[in-house]
């Protein structure tokens, strides 16, 4: 059974993270900015030439060599993280989400989103399961891993064309899900929801870029309405004749992206071909995107209909791009019913004016525009006769002319609270920010204060005092003249309330103080190139995510022992145990502790053990790790050492996003005893290639005997 789940806050909401899970961030911000900085000054002392190679945002997987005069400085980066300082924060609203997250934690259903809403809803692991099901099966059918890695070796291809496999990761192969449609009639009596597909080729960035162009290309040439957002919707609106003898057609097409079908496709494309040139390889590029899975169960499918594999799912890279060149070559024939200035799409949502009709000639309009969805393989629901429309953010009235914010049914504004665990910028903004959007919103002051009260119960309630003004700016702004864009390098901290340390600010000090004027890099290193900007952590949503994977799995993962005395297992019955971070204690005879070594694996441990194991024990192998040169070293001072293992943390998930947990935990555990001179672990393990991503790269892709 499906139940309300209410927090009566927003789910952008940020928690105070744990002492661990700030460091974490903090690593991982500053080895993205050092790297940043190596290849700056590699490209600044001319050891490295600018690429010509046009990388669609992908960026390298390589990690740049260290810059010997930028050692000083990266070892002082390191040291802040190790000395950060935390304090106690009491706060009622963060003290009120970290018991939330606790019962979150402790709960066996599942939190599910609405569609088009800030609701959450309860489903039993059962029920949900079943409507998961239900959708998935509904339009799509089975299909086998032999196909998807036929794909990604379509990919590789595609991306050597482009010389860049070696950034490029095969596609996502992330589990289906679902939203509940909470705005559709008849809810919640009748439930309907939207199956989205994470899994996504990565392709679809470069088929992004490209669609871009020519839907740029079209619009500019052909001036159909594509709006992207509710302000182009209103200067359409603003600039509509004779409203008073108009009334309004409004329709949606129905699952607009799936049933974009391949001979639709193609007829986009050949019109498309009439206002740019789309190079073959091009083309390629956008179809292959289209060949996509959705993964269910751990297994892939494809959608039932058609004879090619096509598909527009959505949450893909380019779906919304897609959608609008689709959406274009709709417009141009609707042209034929309605003038093309009086009618216009936002994806799947449509609206124009009729002007000057009677009401057999509205019904005969609205059957002709039927009629041309259908023949493209469309289904719309339509409506005419409407002197008030409700789109997309907005109430339309060509009555008196006026437009004022909307809200779908069953939605309440929930924004960020004043004492969430934001950066104070972010805070500060937001009553302006709202302010600025509900009077673009509202056609006057009169409608701005009457729609007013609902937004400014909702910042109240977030703990904001500020009252709302209408601040609509008509005046259109003087073109200004063109400024040198700086290259600027960004460092983006973790922000957090219980952070007593000044990260900012020591940053700051660090860079004045190793990049002086008198330092060959203070013209690529200084205040003016080199910005903070703080970034946020995890917020209530992820946590809700995490717990949905963690409810959704199957079963508990045990791993346990297979040795053959479970008294000499190195891991107390936990030596099959992968993705872990583990340390080993080197003591002498006296069984005094002489050293330290933390390692990671990927695979279960006791592969990893056995292989510290030949290095120890074959002389050929003593340069192998620190760990075995140590011991080697021991050996050859006639001591006889001992190893004990265990484990220091349990890592989940996949090395995405170049963002891996397991190495960013191994150098959690090394940072914080960096300072340590029992540990063998050297410095320059902390600017690392990742050795696990490698693996996911499309150059990495091999046919399958």
């Given at each position: 059974?499906?139940?309300?789940?209410?927090?009566?806050?927003?789910?952008?909401?940020?928690?105070?993270?744990?002492?661990?899970?700030?460091?974490?961030?903090?690593?991982?911000?500053?080895?993205?900015?050092?790297?940043?900085?190596?290849?700056?000054?590699?490209?600044?002392?001319?050891?490295?030439?600018?690429?010509?190679?046009?990388?669609?945002?992908?960026?390298?997987?390589?990690?740049?060599?260290?810059?010997?005069?930028?050692?000083?400085?990266?070892?002082?980066?390191?040291?802040?993280?190790?000395?950060?300082?935390?304090?106690?924060?009491?706060?009622?609203?963060?003290?009120?989400?970290?018991?939330?997250?606790?019962?979150?934690?402790?709960?066996?259903?599942?939190?599910?989103?609405?569609?088009?809403?800030?609701?959450?809803?309860?489903?039993?692991?059962?029920?949900?399961?079943?409507?998961?099901?239900?959708?998935?099966?509904?339009?799509?059918?089975?299909?086998?891993?032999n196909t998807v890695n036929t794909v990604n070796l379509e990919a590789k291809k595609i991306a050597e064309n482009l010389s860049i496999t070696n950034r490029v990761e095969k596609m996502l192969e992330n589990e289906a899900f679902i939203t509940v449609k909470d705005h559709k009639e008849g809810f919640p009596h009748?439930?309907?929801?939207?199956?989205?597909?994470?899994?996504?080729?990565?392709?679809?960035?470069?088929?992004?870029?490209?669609?871009?162009?020519?839907?740029?290309?079209?619009?500019?040439?052909?001036?159909?309405?594509?709006?992207?957002?509710?302000?182009?919707?209103?200067?359409?609106?603003?600039?509509?004749?004779?409203?008073?003898?108009?009334?309004?057609?409004?329709?949606?097409?129905?699952?607009?992206?799936?049933?974009?079908?391949?001979?639709?496709?193609?007829?986009?494309?050949?019109?498309?071909?009439?206002?740019?040139?789309?190079?073959?390889?091009?083309?390629?590029?956008?179809?292959?995107?289209?060949?996509?899975?959705?993964?269910?169960?751990?297994?892939?499918?494809?959608?039932?209909?058609?004879?090619?594999?096509?598909?527009?799912?959505?949450?893909?890279?380019?779906?919304?791009?897609?959608?609008?060149?689709?959406?274009?070559?709709?417009?141009?024939?609707?042209?034929?019913?309605?003038?093309?200035?009086?009618?216009?799409?936002?994806?799947?949502?449509?609206?124009?004016?009729?002007?000057?009709?009677?009401?057999?000639?509205?019904?005969?309009?609205?059957?002709?525009?039927?009629?041309?969805?259908?023949?493209?393989?469309?289904?719309?629901?339509?409506?005419?006769?409407?002197?008030?429309?409700?789109?997309?953010?907005?109430?339309?009235?060509?009555?008196?002319?006026?437009?004022?914010?909307?809200?779908?049914?069953?939605?309440?504004?929930?924004?960020?609270?004043?004492?969430?665990?934001?950066?104070?910028?972010?805070?500060?903004?937001?009553?302006?920010?709202?302010?600025?959007?509900?009077?673009?919103?509202?056609?006057?002051?009169?409608?701005?204060?009457?729609?007013?009260?609902?937004?400014?119960?909702?910042?109240?309630?977030?703990?904001?005092?500020?009252?709302?003004?209408?601040?609509?700016?008509?005046?259109?702004?003087?073109?200004?003249?063109?400024?040198?864009?700086?290259?600027?390098?960004?460092?983006?901290?973790?922000?957090?309330?219980?952070?007593?340390?000044?990260?900012?600010?020591?940053?700051?000090?660090?860079?004045?103080?190793?990049?002086?004027?008198?330092?060959?890099?203070?013209?690529?290193?200084?205040?003016?190139?080199?910005?903070?900007?703080?970034?946020?952590?995890?917020?209530?949503?992820?946590?809700?995510?995490?717990?949905?994977?963690?409810?959704?799995?199957?079963?508990?993962?045990?791993?346990?022992?297979?040795?053959?005395?479970?008294?000499?297992?190195?891991?107390?019955?936990?030596?099959?145990?992968?993705?872990?971070?583990?340390?080993?204690?080197?003591?002498?005879?006296?069984?005094?502790?002489?050293?330290?070594?933390?390692?990671?694996?990927?695979?279960?441990?006791?592969?990893?053990?056995?292989?510290?194991?030949?290095?120890?024990?074959?002389?050929?192998?003593?340069?192998?790790?620190?760990?075995?040169?140590?011991?080697?070293?021991?050996?050859?001072?006639?001591?006889?050492?001992?190893?004990?293992?265990?484990?220091?943390?349990?890592?989940?998930?996949?090395?995405?996003?170049?963002?891996?947990?397991?190495?960013?935990?191994?150098?959690?555990?090394?940072?914080?005893?960096?300072?340590?001179?029992?540990?063998?672990?050297?410095?320059?393990?902390?600017?690392?290639?990742?050795?696990?991503?490698?693996?996911?790269?499309?150059?990495?892709?091999?046919?399958?005997?």
């Amino acid at each position: 059974m499906m139940e309300s789940f209410n927090v009566n806050y927003s789910m952008k909401n940020v928690p105070l993270p744990t002492e661990r899970e700030y460091k974490i961030q903090l690593i991982s911000k500053v080895e993205q900015f050092i790297k940043r900085m190596r290849w700056k000054a590699l490209r600044f002392l001319g050891k490295l030439e600018d690429s010509e190679i046009e990388t669609f945002g992908f960026s390298t997987t390589y990690c740049p060599s260290p810059v010997e005069d930028l050692i000083p400085f990266e070892n002082d980066l390191m040291k802040m993280i190790k000395d950060i300082e935390f304090r106690k924060v009491n706060d009622s609203f963060l003290n009120a989400m970290s018991e939330d997250i606790k019962n979150i934690n402790n709960m066996n259903h599942l939190l599910i989103s609405a569609d088009k809403s800030s609701n959450i809803y309860k489903f039993d692991k059962d029920d949900y399961s079943k409507h998961l099901q239900n959708n998935v099966t509904k339009t799509y059918k089975k299909s086998n891993q032999n196909t998807v890695n036929t794909v990604n070796l379509e990919a590789k291809k595609i991306a050597e064309n482009l010389s860049i496999t070696n950034r490029v990761e095969k596609m996502l192969e992330n589990e289906a899900f679902i939203t509940v449609k909470d705005h559709k009639e008849g809810f919640p009596h009748r439930l309907s929801f939207r199956l989205l597909n994470p899994s996504k080729s990565n392709m679809g960035k470069i088929s992004k870029c490209i669609l871009d162009k020519i839907n740029s290309a079209i619009i500019s040439q052909t001036k159909v309405n594509q709006w992207k957002n509710s302000k182009s919707v209103i200067n359409w609106y603003d600039n509509l004749p004779e409203k008073h003898n108009s009334s309004f057609i409004c329709f949606d097409v129905e699952n607009f992206y799936p049933s974009i079908s391949k001979q639709l496709f193609d007829n986009t494309i050949s019109f498309a071909k009439q206002y740019i040139n789309i190079p073959d390889q091009d083309l390629e590029i956008i179809l292959h995107s289209r060949k996509t899975f959705l993964f269910y169960s751990e297994e892939p499918w494809v959608k039932k209909t058609g004879e090619e594999q096509f598909d527009v799912p959505m949450g893909c890279y380019d779906g919304a791009e897609v959608c609008e060149i689709v959406g274009a070559y709709l417009l141009n024939q609707l042209s034929s019913i309605i003038d093309k200035r009086y009618i216009g799409l936002y994806r799947d949502d449509g609206l124009g004016v009729l002007c000057n009709m009677s009401g057999p000639e509205m019904e005969r309009a609205k059957k002709a525009i039927t009629r041309i969805f259908k023949d493209n393989g469309l289904s719309i629901t339509i409506e005419t006769h409407l002197k008030s429309v409700d789109f997309l953010d907005l109430t339309l009235n060509l009555t008196d002319s006026s437009y004022r914010p909307y809200q779908k049914p069953n939605s309440v504004p929930l924004y960020v609270h004043k004492n969430s665990n934001h950066p104070s910028t972010i805070i500060k903004h937001l009553p302006k920010s709202i302010e600025k959007r509900i009077s673009e919103a509202s056609s006057n002051e009169q409608i701005f204060k009457s729609a007013i009260p609902t937004y400014q119960q909702s910042l109240k309630l977030s703990g904001y005092d500020e009252n709302l003004t209408y601040t609509k700016n008509n005046q259109t702004s003087e073109k200004t003249a063109a400024k040198r864009k700086r290259n600027i390098l960004w460092f983006n901290p973790p922000f957090s309330k219980s952070v007593k340390t000044n990260v900012g600010k020591i940053f700051l000090r660090l860079l004045k103080k190793h990049f002086p004027p008198t330092n060959k890099f203070s013209k690529i290193f200084n205040r003016n190139n080199v910005k903070i900007s703080y970034s946020c952590m995890r917020n209530i949503k992820s946590y809700i995510d995490s717990h949905n994977k963690k409810i959704l799995k199957s079963e508990k993962e045990t791993f346990g022992c297979n040795c053959r005395t479970k008294s000499d297992c190195p891991l107390s019955g936990e030596c099959l145990t992968p993705k872990i971070v583990y340390e080993a204690c080197i003591t002498n005879n006296s069984n005094n502790e002489i050293k330290t070594y933390i390692g990671l694996t990927e695979r279960a441990f006791k592969e990893r053990f056995n292989n510290h194991t030949k290095d120890c024990k074959h002389i050929k192998y003593k340069n192998s790790t620190e760990l075995a040169k140590y011991i080697w070293s021991l050996k050859e001072n006639g001591i006889t050492p001992r190893i004990t293992w265990r484990i220091l943390s349990k890592v989940h998930g996949e090395p995405r996003n170049k963002c891996c947990k397991l190495c960013l935990m191994e150098k959690y555990f090394i940072i914080s005893q960096i300072d340590n001179n029992n540990l063998l672990n050297k410095r320059s393990e902390f600017i690392t290639k990742c050795r696990h991503i490698n693996k996911f790269l499309l150059n990495n892709v091999k046919k399958k005997r």
